[in-house]
């Protein structure tokens, strides 16, 4: 199994000999959510907080990306006013380092609402060398999110505005300190329109802890957490303890954890593969899909958080 694409990529590079390649293994969006589901949607009172903030404020996504070159050509990457800051990954058997690339940031000007894009200039890695790349800032989202309580059943969730290539993997969903995975038998039993996924997190299947999947502190993430994310992807396993320790989203789990703590609101996991490529290098070697993992805390109501502990 090789979810995020990276032994593919590599592989290709290997059988390829003389291609420039890239590929976009995976990305992580953390994002605030209103609750659509609660009465008057981003009017009702505990959506305020979340709706009163800019839209570049909602989701921040952090992303990974691998260039391998076959010769001396150079990789340009064409701006997409995201407001993303790029840096280099360099890694060694213990540690992961960030090093600096020459950008490009033009000078904007404004408040809140501005966005500050901080570009690569055309990279220019060596014959047969990988330069892996980090980028994170904000970004736009247009995912609409609904999290609903099912008296005696549990809890529906529902996404709008997913691409329709996207295919969900694995779910949980985190209330104060308790969690209920998504099973992989039921999977298969999700309601899915053209842009949108429901999803069924059932009382039956609450827990204490999180499920070693999602969990960056047990041993299995712990081992694969330790490695490089090219390592871990030749590898064949899910690079979600390197993806949460990346700079970005390891700053932002303890504000999350802080959020959901409160019991005043609530964190949705999903991992989608098969997603569509948000970055464009202008190659014929463009690995053209990638892994998304999503973490979006979202505001539920009191009364709902002591019907699901009845």
């Known amino acids: 199994m090789d979810p995020c694409g990276l032994s593919r990529c590599i592989c290709d590079a290997e059988k390829n000999a003389g291609l420039t390649l890239c590929c976009r293994p995976f990305t992580v969006v953390d994002q605030l959510a209103p609750n659509m589901a609660l009465p008057g949607e981003a009017r009702h009172p505990a959506n305020r907080v979340f709706a009163s903030l800019p839209e570049n404020l909602l989701a921040w996504r952090t992303g990974l990306t691998i260039l391998f070159a076959g010769s001396n050509e150079s990789f340009e990457f064409e701006p997409d006013g995201s407001g993303a800051y790029w840096s280099q990954l360099r890694f060694s058997s213990n540690s992961k380092e960030s090093g600096a690339i020459e950008i490009d940031e033009p000078p904007n000007s404004g408040g809140l609402d501005a966005v500050h894009t901080a570009w690569p200039r055309p990279i220019r890695p060596g014959i047969w060398a990988v330069r892996?790349?980090?980028?994170?800032?904000?970004?736009a989202t247009a995912l609409r999110v609904s999290l609903k309580r099912m008296p005696g059943r549990g809890w529906a969730a529902t996404l709008e505005g997913l691409p329709e290539s996207a295919n969900l993997v694995a779910a949980q969903l985190r209330i104060s300190k308790s969690y209920i995975p998504l099973s992989d038998a039921r999977l298969g039993q999700l309601g899915r329109g053209k842009?949108?996924?429901?999803?069924?997190?059932?009382?039956?299947f609450i827990q204490a802890s999180?499920?070693?999947?999602?969990?960056e502190r047990s041993p299995e993430q712990q081992r694969w957490g330790g490695m490089a994310p090219i390592e871990a992807g030749e590898r064949g396993q899910l690079p979600l303890g390197s993806a949460l320790r990346l700079v970005g989203p390891i700053e932002r789990t303890a504000s999350i954890d802080t959020l959901v703590d409160t019991g005043r609101y609530a964190l949705l996991q999903f991992q989608y593969t098969d997603m569509p490529l948000d970055i464009h290098v202008p190659i014929d070697g463009l690995s053209s899909e990638r892994t998304t993992f999503y973490?979006?805390?979202?505001?539920?109501?009191?009364g709902e958080l002591e019907a699901s502990d009845d």
């Not at 842009?195 to 039956?204: G, I, L, P, Q």
């Not at 973490?295 to 009191?302: A, N, S």
């Open 132 to 139: 892996t790349l980090i980028d994170r800032g904000p970004m």
């Open 195 to 204: 842009n949108s996924w429901t999803v069924m997190f059932e009382d039956d």
């Open 210 to 215: 999180p499920a070693a999947v999602w969990d």
């Open 295 to 302: 973490r979006i805390v979202i505001p539920i109501m009191p």
